[in-house]
């Protein structure tokens, strides 16, 4: 994939207050600003739940759709003085805008990640803060979830190390390739959080989201029964992303 990349006639920039937001008009006519805040859903009684990871994920009902809409907020120990405001540079690199446009790129190749709704970032002097808006990837579990549960068959594994490898055969190198980034539906897998993600020529930073993996599902079946996280399941997660693709697994955009 080439980095420079027209996103097509359906992505619409609209300048809001303080700053712009971007939307598929295809999949949101009527997306407004108000659409990025939790209390316009909240006092419409459309928020459906919540998950925790650096900032608070919502879960949200729409009139055809489910979306989930996302705040970005440091990590670390910068998260206490910094929070939610990131330096600004230029639009194309706030965070919920890059996020926005690879993910929208990846979803028109036909990879397994959730379809981008909208992006917004808020400016204030030399910091601003964002938004984004992505369509809900109903039925999924993540895999973090689903191995405190049960362990998973073979088959899922080698599926999960097949997906992994359309990305890398793309160049999408992704920044935090986690358990919780990993959904599973059966044996389809979709992997999301494109915060960061960079498309890069081919370098050892494919064994370094493979390791990162790795450490996560250590993280998180330490403690629970050995069978959930195996070196059987890890080598079939290897094989799966040696193993051929199949004819439309590394379709080009
Ligand atoms: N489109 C989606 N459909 C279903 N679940 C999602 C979707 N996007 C995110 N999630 C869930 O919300 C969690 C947090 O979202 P994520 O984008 O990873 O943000 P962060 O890790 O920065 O908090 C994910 O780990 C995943 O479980
Ligand atoms: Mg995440």
Known sequence: MSANWPPGPLVKHLTVAGGAMLYNAALARNCQPEWFEPQFWRT??????TARG????????????????????RGGVVARVLADRYFWRDEQRTRPFAEWLLTHRLHRAGLPVPAPIAARYVREGKVYRGDII???????VPLSA????????????IAIG?????????GVCHADLNAH??????????????????????GLWRDGNLV????????????????????????????GYQSQMPADGSRAP
Do not use: M
């Not at 689903?146 to 073979?154: C, F, S």
């Open 162 to 170: 097949r997906c992994i490898r359309r990305f890398h055969d793309l």
């Open 146 to 157: 689903a191995l405190l549960d049960t362990a998973l068959p073979l088959l899922t594994w």
């Open 212 to 239: 990162r993996l790795r450490r996560s599902l250590e993280k998180v079946t330490y403690g629970l029964a050995a069978e959930r996280f195996t070196d059987s399941d890890w080598h079939a997660l290897l094989d």
């Open 54 to 73: 650096r900032g608070t994920t919502h879960f949200i009902q729409a009139d055809d759709r489910e979306l989930v809409l996302r705040h970005y907020h």
């Open 44 to 49: 419409h009684g459309r928020l459906l739940g």
């Open 181 to 202: 980034n990993v959904l599973l539906d059966g044996t389809a897998v979709y992997l999301v959080d494109f915060d960061r993600c960079r498309l890069r020529a081919d």
């Open 134 to 140: 992505t369509e809900r990837l109903v039925g999924t």
